[in-house]
């Protein structure tokens, strides 16, 4: 149905899309001069001829979802692919049907690609059966390469030589790669025996064995059953290279294989094992082995990659639970590396101790000019080294900011979720005179602070929206939404009131889209029904149109 629209209404909605889903610390969303071109602006143009949407007789959406795996725009696709498993049992079904009916047809490559994609996220194992037929009979790569991604969330075991066959005679890379995926997906003893010759052919430098090699031995990394440790200790010796060694032993031990431990001391010496990276996957090794001791030698490493390899590793669980080298995360904390010592005052108050916290603040009061003051910033604003003491730290160093200072401000403030910064966005957001670049930041950062500001932003959305703020308020309204159904109703209120300017009814109904999904069909559906505007009708038309 995507192929039905005129010119002049994708763009319009396009541009809508965009400017409701700001992320939280994107890009400010531009701001439209409604008076310029007036309503035709935010919907189509009374001129423009748009198909008026035709709802299913049976009221059933499934055909109509399953038609844009075929022929729609990229967010109709998207949004099919994610609507239709759960129609189920019903759904799976039809998808398998049409991929039966499409096989035979390279015509058809693309949607029956997306026809795999979908059953991939929906079938069950009973399903891949048809997915084998794809990768043994589609003549079209891209099929293919669907048909194993697939296989591999669906299938089992019993499919694994079906892969191996088409293994034996394909010669596309995008198949070829998602056959390894999938048996590494897959896994058991037939795809590891499969994966352990490649490994083999390219350690014996057989010719052409290289990038088969490279597939295998990642899929080998990332085998997760019973056998996958010891497989990888079988398979790790065949391989010559340090970084191949290392890597095997850090993923047994997270794997949880006690032997795992024992070799990795032996890659910190920067003389025998010189790539400091190979010798940090050797310290999360340690760190993964539990071999605290081990983890700290990186403290002693010419280079500081290891040192803050060292530090992220105490700050795991099992390290903290155990307090280890805490006496040197102290010593870090106050050292004269700024990276160091961020790092290693995370790491403290992740434990529990904030006793070194107030250097940090001071420097804080001093953004955003002073001395490590925005290193300052960087630390206080992550939830876990959460403090009494920082909102008003920040607040005093708001007054002496400038506004872009302050717009970074606002996104730690969002980022923090303190109660006691809400007056703030209060000013910001009802105040008189507040800058609208500040009152813009400040109204998409009412979304991270979550159900704390919803009242806020509510009483916002009581008095009139201006076409430049309309963007920010509702999208912090639409990902409120998304959780909270007084947020929801309040949308929904916004999208049915006509007295509403074109600025923000635009800006709500394709809101309802993400938010909704397919539950937002009636509710477009009576606003399409209820319009009394020829423009708003084929606005509406279009959104229908498109996605249903």
Not at 266 to 289: C, K, M, Q, S, Y
Not at 299 to 325: C, E, M, T, Y
Request: glycine letters at 10%; hydrophobic letters at 45%.
């Amino acid at each position: 149905m995507g192929e039905r629209f005129y010119p002049g209404v994708f763009p319009i909605l396009a541009t809508a899309l965009a400017a409701a889903f700001l992320t939280a610390c994107g890009p400010d969303a531009p701001t439209p001069n409604p008076a310029a071109d007036g309503p035709s602006t935010w919907f189509p143009r009374s001129g423009q001829l748009v198909v008026d949407f035709v709802p299913p007789e049976d009221g059933d959406l499934l055909p109509r979802l399953l038609h844009h795996l075929e022929k729609s725009s990229r967010d109709s696709l998207h949004f099919a692919i994610e609507q239709i498993p759960a129609f189920g049992e019903r759904a799976a079904a039809a998808l398998v049907a049409g991929i039966e009916s499409r096989i035979q047809d390279p015509n058809h490559f693309g949607a029956l690609h997306n026809y795999c994609k979908t059953l991939g996220a929906c079938g069950s194992r009973e399903d891949a059966a048809v997915l084998v037929r794809v990768v043994r009979e589609s003549s079209v790569p891209l099929a293919r390469t669907g048909a194993a991604e697939a296989l591999g969330q669906i299938g089992g075991p019993e499919h694994v030589p079906e892969l191996i066959r088409a293994l034996e005679v394909e010669t596309e890379a995008g198949p070829i790669q998602a056959y390894y995926g999938a048996l590494g997906e897959l896994g058991g003893d037939q795809a590891f025996a499969y994966l352990e010759d490649r490994i083999r052919d390219w350690a014996g430098n057989r010719p052409g064995s290289a990038v088969f090699g490279n597939l295998a031995w990642n899929q080998v990394l990332g085998l997760e059953d019973g056998q996958a440790a010891a497989r990888l200790a079988r398979v790790a010796p065949m391989l010559a290279g340090r970084s191949f060694q290392v890597s095997a032993l850090r993923r047994r031990a997270e794997l949880g294989d006690p032997a795992a431990g024992a070799g990795l001391r032996d890659f910190l010496d920067p003389a025998t094992t010189p790539a400091p990276g190979t010798r940090v996957v050797a310290i999360e090794g340690l760190g993964h082995a539990g071999d605290w001791e081990g983890v700290q030698l990186g403290f002693d490493d010419p280079d500081p990659k290891l040192h803050l390899a060292a530090i992220n590793v105490l700050s795991l669980p099992a390290a903290r639970q155990s307090r280890v080298a805490h006496s040197k995360l102290e010593d870090l904390a106050q050292g004269g590396d700024p990276e160091l010592a961020q790092a290693a005052m995370h790491a403290l108050c992740l434990r529990g101790d904030r006793r070194l916290l107030e250097p940090w603040l001071k420097r804080a009061q001093t953004y955003p000019h002073g001395a490590g003051s925005v290193d300052a910033i960087n630390l206080l604003k992550h939830e876990d080294v959460a403090d009494p003491r920082t909102t008003p730290v920040l607040l005093n160093a708001w007054e002496n900011s400038d506004t872009d200072s302050r717009i970074g401000l606002l996104r730690v403030f969002g980022k923090m979720r303190a109660p006691r910064c809400l007056p703030l966005f209060e000013e910001l957001l009802l105040g008189a005179g507040a800058e609208p670049d500040l009152r813009r930041m400040a109204l998409t950062q009412t979304a991270n602070l979550g159900g704390l500001a919803q009242p806020l932003l509510l009483r916002f959305l009581e008095q009139p929206l201006t076409a430049e703020d309309a963007p920010h308020a509702l999208a912090s309204l639409g990902r409120m939404a998304l959780d909270d159904p007084v947020a929801r109703a309040r949308l929904l209120e916004l999208t049915g009131d006509e007295t509403q300017p074109d600025w923000v009814r635009a800006n709500c109904f394709p809101l309802l889209i993400k938010i909704l999904g397919a539950e937002a069909y009636p509710a477009l559906l009576e606003a399409r029904d209820e319009a009394k505007r020829g423009e708003v009708r084929a606005f509406l038309n279009g959104i229908l149109n498109e996605f249903f």
